[in-house]
Nanobody
């Protein structure tokens, strides 16, 4: 069983940046692929970025070139650097394995508004 705790969200103006963090805890070892997901009001949860244990990454088209995912396997942490934020990025952001499994954390709210 693995638990995920997300942090780093907040209110930011369009064009601004935020860095999200995800801490994984539990008895499992290194998770091969970790993902960031988001859920906007009234919409289904969608994946945003993926990173493997070896550092390979993939991004949804909507965030490509603006978001950067990274991880620290020793600390069991995953990060999401978000730049050039726009109102369409407003959502609750979650981390989980990819594909997602088990329970979800509470997420961290990101609001992009002037």
């Amino acid at each position: 069983q693995v638990q995920f705790v997300e942090s780093g969200g907040g209110l930011v103006q369009p064009g601004g940046s935020l860095r999200l963090s995800c801490a994984a805890s539990g008895s499992r070892g290194i998770i091969y692929a970790m993902g960031w997901y988001r859920q906007a009001p009234g919409k289904q949860r969608e994946w945003v970025a993926i990173i493997t244990s070896t550092g390979a990454t993939n991004y949804a088209d909507s965030v490509k070139g603006r978001f950067t995912v990274s991880r620290d396997n020793a600390k069991r942490m995953v990060y999401l650097q978000m730049n050039s934020l726009n109102p369409e990025d407003t959502a609750v952001y979650f981390c989980n394995e990819y594909p997602a499994s088990g329970s979800w954390g509470q997420g961290t709210q990101v609001t992009v508004s002037s």
